[in-house]
């Protein structure tokens, strides 16, 4: 399983931005995917979650209202829209993949299987 991400970048506290990811290799549209992240000098966090038909979503609590994650499994993506953007969300986001189908919606970093090279993300305030 192959994922990379775009649409990262720098942005003014309060606006938008969409992350996309491109997801490619067997049996993706069958996987659960998420967006983690990691800032400077912290540990990576779960962002956003979503299960393999797109049904149910999680969300961490600090972007829960801001953030809503999508996916096209036609087009074997994923995407991930912020809204309200705040200078706590620096960081570099990865798009991961989970395996495990017992899982419907993967909430922490031990739950996913494959990952992107990540895309920075900074908001200045």
């Known amino acids: 399983v192959q994922l990379e991400e775009s649409g990262g970048g720098l942005m003014q506290a309060g606006g938008s931005l969409r992350l996309s990811c491109a997801a490619s290799?067997?049996?993706?549209?069958?996987?659960?995917l998420g967006w983690l992240r990691q800032a400077p000098g912290k540990e990576r966090e779960f962002v956003a979650g979503?299960?393999?038909?797109?049904?149910?979503?999680g969300y961490a609590a600090s972007v829960k209202g801001r953030f809503t994650i999508s996916r096209d499994n036609a087009k074997s993506m994923v995407y991930l829209q912020m809204n309200s953007l705040q200078s706590e969300d620096t960081a570099v986001y990865y798009c991961?993949?989970?395996?495990?189908?017992?899982?419907?919606?993967?909430?922490?970093?031990?739950?996913?299987?494959?990952w992107g090279q990540g895309t920075q993300v900074t908001v200045s305030s």
């Open positions: 991961a993949a989970m395996t495990d189908r017992s899982i419907v919606v993967g909430t922490t970093l031990e739950d996913y299987d494959y």
């Open positions: 290799g067997r049996s993706v549209s069958d996987y659960g």
């Open positions: 979503i299960s393999w038909n797109g049904v149910s979503t």
